[in-house]
């Protein structure tokens, strides 16, 4: 057991966030550096169990565990919005990728794959925000569309980053 004990500034041994990170989430990033394992482990977990209920031609099994990840869906998303926002600031602003993106064989930039995967996660999550009618800060912004522009990109970030900070509040107050 490491004796590290978790803050804002280093969340994880060896990882020092940026001042954005910081000014962004505050206190809150040490739940961030606690849900990086915990997203990895029960997405493996999540996927193993609906293969052996698969495997073993459980249906009712099968249907249990589908409809538990839709109910989860809205959870995941946020969370993962949120931890993939906090490690793209981490990286400094600058550029998305276009949308669609058009794989070729020019290397990306790892801090611009970073930044184009969180605000397409948060995309996502507004997506199913204004699907569902599930905000819980309202304001939502439009949907990400093909040829969107790096504002538009932010402002589905901060939208994302405003309801992962206030679920955090109201779990905390409980």
Known sequence: MSAHRASPDEPWPGWSTSRAAQAAYGKHLVRIGELIPVLLYSNVMDRQHLAVAHAARNQDLVDSQVSS???ECRDDLLETAAVLDAL???????????RPYQEDSNPVPKDVELRTDASDVAGDLVRHDHQHGTSTTGNIPSALEDGCTDAERDAVRAYARREWITAQERWNSI
């Open 69 to 71: 990840l839709a109910m």
């Open 88 to 98: 793209a600031l981490c990286h400094g602003h600058g550029s998305y990728l276009p």
